[in-house]
């Protein structure tokens, strides 16, 4: 099977978990961008993690959350292919 692009929309509540958010997923070689035009409750963080997997895409969702949970995201939506615009 081969590796396909994903991406998830996160929500990270306390901005000072952004860096470690990044180091697990740096660990994953996966990236998460901030969304600068998404909105919603100050201080919460929104953004994207973009990667690549060969998971069934109902399983991506939970690998992910194990990932970032401990550290202070908050998976939202995921699906196979490129970012989308978050809404509100």
């Known amino acids: 099977m081969t ?3 994903f991406a998830a929309e996160i929500v990270i509540t306390n901005p000072d978990d952004v860096s470690r ?16 035009r998404a ?6 963080v ?11 895409e109902n399983d991506l969702s939970n690998w992910l ?11 939202v939506e995921w699906r196979y292919g490129e970012p989308w615009e978050i809404s509100e």
């Open 3 to 5: 590796a396909k692009l």
């Open 46 to 56: 929104f953004g994207f993690i973009i990667g690549t997997s060969e998971l069934d």
């Open 39 to 44: 909105v919603g409750d100050w201080p919460t």
């Open 65 to 75: 959350s194990d990932i970032v949970w401990p550290v202070g995201g908050d998976v």
């Open 21 to 36: 958010v990044r180091a697990a997923l740096k660990d994953i070689d996966c990236t998460f961008h901030v969304d600068v």
